[in-house]
């Protein structure tokens, strides 16, 4: 059974600090890696998507890379905001089959 | 126009009551998705349809029944439910391109409670 871990499960930290979101995968057979934030009781919304053909993704504050060897992706969050708290996933991509990270629970403090 | 909608929002129903959940989107995209959520926990693969047909069945009880009647809709139909089945349910979609596995966009859920 495929398996994709999320480390740290929770994570608090002072607004305006930088920070690294883990994402690991057992199987290495991967087509592409989306990271999502999801807000408590809410649908899930896209932030970044990694093809398996690429190293990393840009967008605003956000910069995800993704290392097929090692079996993982990382989401960096720059100068975080409390907007930013929310539970964060990643999504490992098959031809068909998808998984879900276990997740990562932020919480910036103003 | 970017956007997958569900409905209901929100559904109470009890052990006996035959219900349906229903998803849409206007993108164009071929392949849909249903997952299953649970408090606190990620969301579970249940069923994936690729071109109007059924792909994928992760072993999900048959009461759930997943139905795609066109490639704009996607229906959950639900019977004989249990109360551990209350969960967050969302649907999403995808574009089947050639050369490249796209994102998948998600709606924003129906809410169950099953009593």
């Known amino acids: ?110 | 126009d970017t956007e997958v909608t569900q409905t209901p929002k929100h559904l109470v129903m009890g052990m006996t009551n035959k219900k349906s959940l229903k998803c849409e989107q206007h993108m164009g995209h071929r392949a849909m998705y249903w997952y299953k959520q649970k408090a606190k926990k990620p969301p579970e693969l249940m069923f994936v349809y690729s071109y109007e047909k059924l792909s994928i069945n992760e072993s999900v009880p048959s009461r759930f029944s997943p139905e795609c009647p066109n490639s704009s809709l996607l229906n959950l139909h639900l019977h004989a439910l249990q109360p551990e089945d209350s969960a967050l349910y969302l649907c999403a979609s995808r574009s089947t391109g050639t050369y490249t596995y796209n994102e998948q966009f998600f709606g924003p859920g129906t809410r169950l409670t099953v009593l």
């Open chain 1, 1 to 110: 059974k495929q398996e994709v871990t999320q480390i740290p499960a929770a994570l608090s930290v002072p607004e305006g600090e930088n920070l690294v979101l883990n994402c690991s995968f057992t199987d290495s057979a991967i087509y592409n890696l989306q990271w999502f934030r999801q807000d408590p009781g809410k649908g899930l919304t896209s932030l970044l998507l990694i093809q398996s053909s690429q190293r990393e993704q840009t967008s605003g504050r956000l910069n995800a890379s993704l290392d097929k060897s090692s079996g993982r992706s990382t989401l960096y969050i720059a100068a975080s905001q409390p907007g930013d708290s929310a539970t964060y996933l990643c999504l490992k991509g098959g031809y068909q089959k998808v998984t879900f990270g276990t997740g990562t629970k932020l919480q910036v403090i103003p």
